[in-house]
């Protein structure tokens, strides 16, 4: 330090201090130079890193041979020359040369171990008058070996001959202490340059892994209906106002993250509020918790650092998400398709639902025959069973018990039969190519490794199913699910290359025989287990003649007919469940199921609407600002705007414009919000570039003030004042 000549003492200044020389010179002689050498730094070329590390090294040297101590593990090195100093006191007929010397610092994060050097290089000034002193060591509080340090030549005349002087490490004019002891706050800095630095070196690879990974939907009710999606309850997003989801990926390690705002829309900005891609499933909770957690709690919570943690753990954007499609089944088989054409087929046997067509995956079910309301068979079935397998998958089969009020769940490889006993809700279990979650004691979820997803329920003494299909498998799937392209008009095809579909129109008996029964499966194709005293023959019930809804119309009383109006208003499944059963808790179900299910379709067809606003405002104080908000909705849904931040003073926001008139360098927020009407909501964010060069300069709306970053939202930015205006207030 070359400063004002005071005695290094233990008073409370307030700050810690080095001083290599602290005495009086002439500012307008001599030069400093300083480098820092940062070998966590992200950003640098590999010859800047080279010669990084080549300093490092250097430093590592002389700890080594100096003090005797080996630091593996310096990462950081500031190197400061005060070249060629001329004294204040100049006194002309002395002769007199610059004095030029360095300050090396030295920095181990791994144990908080700080090393100084003090190199005098070439030491001329005159000491022989008795004005001129130089103090030299370090002053700190804490920390430290010792608090305060003093050379042996400080405010000496030796001062100025340190050059010819064996200092502490043997050597002239070199001296070296080690400053800090180790007891130090966490450096999260270094943690997540530290982290960044290591997945760095292995970038390609995590990009790959990343890629297998899902796209986030656009709004938080889409992941709430894509059955790929599970709600992420776990500690770390509890302070925030937003709901995570991750994707259950039965096949892989890696894994997305989407988190919503409180409106439901995807948050992307790059803050910490947002998701992220999971390099490791939270299933893997040891892994999950130390590449992905951790670091960004390093990176974002705890630190400026978001920018390094998502160049490697990237936030999803939602472009080019395609919903799954949804097809159901429900009470005495009501069926609606992939495509939504719905039809009723009363089966009793086991039956393909739905088959890829490069056999990828497969679900079959099994039927049962109905019960009236006293527990007596009817002539009309429900489904019993489910099997499903993906491509190199376990196969796990949902069964109702027989006294039809519980499920359980099996698979020869997969041991899920105890866990879904004893699971948690929520609890998931990863087999081989599947994931399962339980969703209540009544209720499962699995996912599929194509992307194949279905929730089975019990209710009523009968099982329902929703299956969700990804839009890769548009037209290659077939079965009583139907031909999933959109078209419901073929979706009445039976197996077989040269089948023709049945028209839509068809009666419920051309239905049953020339199509429903063509499905049913045989022995060898079949998926499901059978148990002790069961076998494929006994459930084959081809002899079974069933109900038809038009029989049972005709055959309905009129006091029946009223009941059943009052239970199913106009609903045609549950007035059929209900004319068949006489069973009003089955219609009830089927109704709920049936309209729940409608509803939640109708959700998924519905597109988000478009929201376009720049995301930069730049706002001059004093001056009439104007930012325009445009909407668009795909389906052709009238779209509202609102400002969801307060409106500061001197603003307006009319017909999707916001006029604002600062008066002041208040800190202040911009966010919109766009709905359909229909469920569908988008946000946006708009960060404000504030300045107020009080008319005496121009504004740099492209600099930044000191201390703002461009992930903040709100920044005040630098002024290139008009000659005479300069300086800073």
């Given at each position: 330090?070359?400063?004002?000549?005071?005695?290094?003492?233990?008073?409370?200044q307030?700050?810690?201090?080095?001083?290599?020389?602290?005495?009086?010179?002439?500012?307008?002689?001599?030069?400093?130079?300083y480098q820092?050498?940062?070998?966590?730094?992200?950003?640098s070329t590999?010859t800047?890193?080279?010669?990084?590390?080549?300093a490092?090294?250097?430093?590592?040297?002389?700890?080594?041979?100096?003090?005797?101590?080996?630091?593996?593990?310096?990462?950081?090195?500031?190197?400061?020359?005060w070249?060629?100093?001329?004294p204040?006191?100049?006194y002309?007929?002395l002769?007199?040369?610059?004095?030029?010397?360095?300050?090396?610092?030295a920095?181990?994060?791994s144990r908080?171990?700080?090393?100084v050097?003090?190199?005098?290089?070439?030491l001329?000034?005159?000491?022989?008058?008795?004005i001129?002193r130089?103090?030299t060591g370090?002053?700190?509080y804490?920390?430290t070996?010792?608090?305060?340090?003093?050379l042996?030549?400080?405010?000496?005349s030796?001062?100025?001959?340190l050059?010819?002087?064996y200092g502490?490490t043997?050597?002239r004019?070199?001296y070296?202490?080690?400053i800090?002891t180790?007891?130090h706050?966490i450096?999260?800095?270094?943690k997540c340059y530290n982290?960044?630095?290591?997945?760095?070196k292995?970038?390609?690879?995590?990009?790959?892994l990343?890629?297998?990974?899902?796209?986030?939907?656009?709004e938080?009710?889409?992941?709430?209906?894509d059955?790929r999606?599970?709600f992420?309850?776990?500690?770390?997003?509890?302070?925030?106002?937003?709901?995570c989801y991750?994707?259950?990926t039965?096949w892989?390690?890696?894994?997305?993250?989407c988190?919503y705002?409180?409106?439901?829309?995807?948050?992307t900005?790059?803050d910490?509020?947002?998701?992220?891609t999971?390099?490791?499933?939270?299933?893997?909770?040891?892994?999950?918790?130390?590449?992905?957690?951790l670091?960004?709690?390093?990176?974002?919570?705890?630190?400026?650092?978001?920018?390094?943690?998502?160049?490697?753990?990237?936030i999803?954007?939602?472009?080019?998400?395609?919903?799954p499609?949804?097809?159901?089944l429900?009470g005495?088989?009501?069926?609606?398709?992939?495509d939504g054409?719905?039809?009723?087929?009363?089966?009793?046997?086991?039956y393909?639902?739905?088959?890829?067509?490069?056999g990828?995956?497969?679900?079959?079910?099994r039927?049962?025959?109905?019960?009236?309301?006293?527990?007596a068979?009817?002539?009309a079935?429900?489904?019993?069973a489910?099997?499903?397998?993906?491509?190199?998958?376990?196969?796990?089969?949902?069964?109702?018990?027989?006294?039809?009020?519980?499920i359980?769940?099996?698979?020869?490889?997969?041991?899920?039969?105890?866990?879904?006993?004893t699971?948690?809700?929520?609890?998931?279990k990863?087999?081989?190519?599947?994931?399962?979650?339980?969703?209540?004691?009544?209720?499962?979820?699995?996912?599929?490794?194509?992307g194949?997803?279905?929730?089975i329920?019990l209710k009523?003494?009968?099982?329902?199913?929703?299956?969700?299909a990804?839009?890769e498998?548009?037209?290659?799937?077939?079965g009583?699910?139907?031909?999933?392209n959109?078209?419901?008009?073929?979706?009445?095809?039976?197996p077989?290359?040269?089948?023709?579909a049945l028209?839509?129109?068809s009666s419920e008996?051309?239905?049953?025989?020339?199509?429903g029964?063509?499905?049913?499966i045989?022995e060898?194709?079949?998926?499901?287990?059978?148990?002790?005293g069961?076998?494929?023959s006994?459930?084959?019930?081809?002899?079974?003649?069933?109900?038809?809804?038009?029989?049972?119309?005709?055959s309905?009383t009129?006091?029946?007919?009223?009941?059943?109006?009052?239970?199913c208003?106009d609903?045609?499944?549950?007035i059929f469940?209900f004319?068949?059963t006489g069973n009003?808790?089955?219609a009830?179900?089927?109704?709920?199921?049936?309209s729940?299910?409608?509803?939640?379709?109708a959700?998924?067809?519905n597109?988000?609407?478009n929201?376009?606003v720049?995301?930069?405002?730049?706002?001059?104080?004093?001056?009439?600002?104007?930012l325009?908000?445009?909407?668009?909705d795909?389906n052709g849904?009238?779209v509202?705007v609102?400002?969801?931040?307060?409106?500061?003073?001197?603003a307006?926001?009319t017909?999707?414009?916001?006029?604002?008139k600062?008066?002041?360098?208040?800190?202040?927020n911009?966010?919109?919000?766009?709905?359909?009407?229909?469920?569908?909501?988008a946000?946006?964010?708009?960060?404000?570039?504030?300045?107020?060069?009080?008319?005496?300069?121009?504004?740099l709306f492209?600099?930044?003030?000191?201390?703002?970053?461009?992930?903040?939202?709100?920044r005040?930015?630098?002024?290139?004042?008009?000659?005479?205006?300069?300086?800073k207030?």
């Open positions: 330090m070359l400063s004002e000549n005071k005695r290094i003492t233990a008073q409370k307030g700050f810690a201090m080095l001083a290599p020389m602290w005495t009086d010179t002439f500012g307008r002689f001599g030069h400093v130079y820092i050498y940062d070998m966590t730094k992200p950003g590999s800047v890193q080279t010669r990084v590390k080549h490092i090294d250097h430093a590592k040297d002389d700890i080594l041979a100096y003090g005797g101590v080996s630091v593996t593990d310096v990462t950081w090195v500031m190197v400061i020359t070249s060629n100093m001329i204040r006191l100049y002309s007929e002769i007199e040369t610059p004095n030029t010397f360095q300050l090396v610092v920095y181990d994060p908080y171990q700080t090393f050097m003090y190199i005098y290089l070439n001329g000034w005159n000491s022989e008058t008795n001129r130089s103090m370090y002053f700190s804490k920390y070996v010792e608090k305060k340090k003093d042996p030549s400080s405010m000496k030796t001062a100025f001959r050059h010819t002087i502490n043997g050597e004019g070199r070296m202490f080690q800090a180790g007891r706050t450096n999260y800095d270094q982290w960044f630095a290591k997945e760095m292995r970038l390609l690879v995590i990009r790959y990343l890629s297998q990974t899902l796209i986030c939907p656009c938080r009710r889409l992941a709430d209906l059955g999606w599970q992420d309850s776990a500690q770390y997003h509890a302070n925030f106002d937003h709901r991750y994707e259950e039965p892989g390690v890696s894994t997305q993250e988190c705002s409180s409106l439901g829309s995807l948050i900005a790059g910490g509020r947002g998701g992220q999971f390099l490791y499933h939270p299933s893997y909770k040891i892994q999950h918790k130390k590449y992905d957690i670091p960004k709690q390093w990176c974002c919570k705890f630190t400026d650092n978001c920018k390094y943690f998502h160049y490697v753990r990237p999803d954007t939602c472009n080019g998400y395609v919903a499609v949804f097809g159901w429900t005495d088989p009501h069926f609606h398709t992939l054409f719905q039809y009723t087929f009363n089966g009793l046997g086991e393909t639902l739905v088959e890829t067509t490069h990828n995956f497969s679900l079959q079910g039927t049962a025959k109905a019960l009236d309301a006293n527990g068979e009817m002539d079935t429900v489904f019993s489910f099997a499903a397998s993906d491509i190199d998958s376990d196969t796990i089969q949902i069964k109702m018990s027989a006294t039809r009020d519980d359980s769940v099996y698979s020869e490889g997969c041991n899920v039969a105890e866990w879904f006993r699971a948690n809700v929520t609890d998931n990863a087999c081989s190519g599947v994931v399962i979650i339980k969703k209540n004691s009544s209720q499962i979820a699995i996912v599929f490794r194509s194949f997803s279905m929730t329920g009523a003494g009968q099982l329902d199913i929703r299956v969700g990804p839009n498998f548009r037209n290659h799937t077939k009583l699910m139907g031909v999933f959109g078209d419901p008009n073929d979706d009445l095809l039976g077989g290359e040269n089948a023709v028209s839509n129109a008996w051309a239905i049953y025989y020339d199509f029964e063509k499905w049913r045989n060898i194709d079949s998926l499901f287990y059978y148990g002790p069961e076998n494929y006994m459930f084959a019930r081809t002899e079974f003649k069933p109900l038809f809804v038009e029989d049972v119309l005709r309905m009129s006091a029946v007919r009223a009941q059943v109006k009052t239970t208003g609903n045609k499944e549950c469940d004319a068949v009003q808790d089955v009830a179900s089927t109704l709920e199921i049936n729940k299910n409608v509803k939640n379709a959700t998924l067809a597109a988000s609407p929201i376009t720049s995301t930069v405002f730049n706002v001059t104080v004093g001056q009439d600002n104007a325009t908000v445009n909407t668009s795909s849904d009238t509202s609102s400002l969801m931040s307060p409106l500061p003073e001197g307006n926001f017909r999707g414009v916001y006029t604002w600062p008066a002041n360098m208040e800190p202040m911009i966010s919109f919000s766009a709905s359909d009407g229909n469920g569908g909501v946000a946006a964010d708009v960060s404000v570039n504030l300045c107020d060069c009080s008319g005496h300069g121009v504004c492209d600099l930044l003030g000191d201390g703002y970053e461009l992930k903040q939202t709100f005040i930015v630098q002024c290139n004042c008009f000659i005479g205006w300069e300086g207030i």
